[in-house]
């Protein structure tokens, strides 16, 4: 069974085409600048690599120029898309209707356009890139994957703020959580790496890319998360400011007369790692710069260790105990100095890091002897979509 699996972001979309009968990818592809210019890559094992700049308007001529890709006789590996039996799609927000994937149909088109307000820059380029696949590949069956489902299972003592109730009844303001997919890969993943059933397992799960979220999962259930409403919320990101008293928005309104938008904005693209240094939201740098005797680089490396391990003292616990330490996505999986800037102190909990075993791609890097174990992932979450649309299509088949 082939498996094509779409994440369509506001000017961009990702793409990979998987066979489901090893899990291989047979190609994928990254269209870029849909709107402006238009510009896309494709790789697959075997064939000559494809990079180049092509119109796409829009959405819909990105996933035409992807079909021609995959389709192509000199770089493709389709004979024709009529060899794809579902396409599976990234869907960033799904509100309180979804707690896992589904099929794409007209309710559920309508239940992920309910949840655009909640997620305004993300939710409209995922349902621009469903209508877009629609449209071409016809009734092909198409499955969402959200981001907020994993989450779904926090008890309401780790979803609920603390506001009037009302803003949850009516308003629906309450923490969802991001990077679903990524966090589920991963606590499963750890479980079979460390070969004990994941019920079993106490893990927390750190998500440290541009955005970055750290997880409480408990016997394979997501039970707190430290992206909240929006993925604004919890430990400051490349530019995001993460978890700040609410009443600074308030202060730089009245005090110092900056618009919502404008703060909103400067929380958004201008604060994080980025903001605190002046240098640059993208670690290497941060590295680079504190190497070179930055004192703003080392604090926004320092603030971010500091804080990721804050969130790992309060989840493990919540939990009531920490089995592993799971570090995943581009700073997760990449950044050795920042793994052990984080786990070190954490002895006390029963983790303890080996440093020998620190560079590794996809093991367990805690010391012999370690209470705890420490690991390193790297994150698929496209492969979960493709396994969860592969589940999905073939259920309706049986
Ligand atoms: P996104 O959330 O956009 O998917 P990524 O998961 O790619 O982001 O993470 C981006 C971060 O990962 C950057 O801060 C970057 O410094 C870090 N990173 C990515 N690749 C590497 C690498 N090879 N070495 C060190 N850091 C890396």
Not at 39 to 53: F, K, L, N
Not at 116 to 127: I, T
Not at 384 to 395: F, P, Q, T
Request: hydrophobic content about 40%; proline content about 5%.
């Amino acid at each position: 069974m082939k498996i094509l699996v779409i994440n369509a972001g506001s000017s961009s979309l990702k793409y990979q085409l998987f066979d489901m009968e090893h899990e291989t990818v047979l190609a994928k592809g990254l269209c870029e600048r849909i709107g402006l210019d238009g510009h896309v890559r494709q790789t697959a094992p075997g064939r000559p690599d494809y990079d180049a700049e092509r119109p796409m308007p829009d959405h819909e001529s990105a996933i035409r120029v992807l079909t021609e890709l995959l389709t192509a006789p000199e770089i493709g590996v389709l004979g024709g898309m009529n060899e794809i039996s579902a396409v599976g799609h990234r869907v960033v927000h799904g509100g309180e209707a979804f707690n896992g994937s589904v099929l794409i149909d007209e309710k559920v088109l309508a239940a992920v356009e309910e949840c655009v307000p909640l997620a305004p820059l993300h939710n409209p380029p995922n349902l621009v890139g469903i209508a877009a696949c629609r449209a071409i590949l016809g009734d092909v069956p198409q499955a969402a994957v959200f981001d907020t489902a994993f989450h779904q299972t926090m008890p309401d003592k780790a979803f609920i703020y603390a506001l009037p109730y009302e803003y949850y009844e009516t308003m629906k303001i309450r923490r969802y959580g991001f990077h679903g997919t990524s966090h589920l890969y991963v606590s499963r993943r750890a479980a079979e790496l460390l070969d004990r059933p994941l019920e079993e397992l106490k893990l927390i799960t750190c998500h440290m890319g541009n955005g970055t979220s750290v997880t409480a999962v408990d016997g394979g259930r997501s039970v707190d998360t430290s992206m909240g409403f929006t993925p604004l919320e919890g430990v400051p990101m490349g530019t995001r400011c993460g978890s700040i008293d609410p009443a600074i928005i308030e202060y730089l309104a009245t005090q110092h007369g900056m618009e919502i938008a404008e703060i909103n904005s400067a929380m958004n693209k201008k604060s994080g790692v980025l903001g605190i240094s002046g240098v640059s939201s993208d670690f290497r740098d941060l590295d680079a710069a504190a190497d070179g005797g930055n004192r703003r680089a080392q604090l926004a490396i320092d603030v971010f260790a500091y804080d990721v391990r804050k969130y790992i003292g309060a989840y493990a616990a919540a939990m009531g105990g920490c089995d592993a330490l799971i570090f995943t996505a581009g700073i997760g999986e990449n950044n050795a100095r920042m793994r052990a800037r984080i786990a070190a102190g954490l002895d006390f909990m029963g983790l303890r890091l080996d440093p020998a075993r620190n560079g590794a791609r996809e093991t367990v890097i805690s010391a012999d002897g370690s209470p705890g174990q420490i690991l390193v992932i790297p994150t698929n979450e496209e492969l979960v979509i493709a396994r969860d649309c592969a589940a999905l299509v073939g259920s309706c088949l049986r």
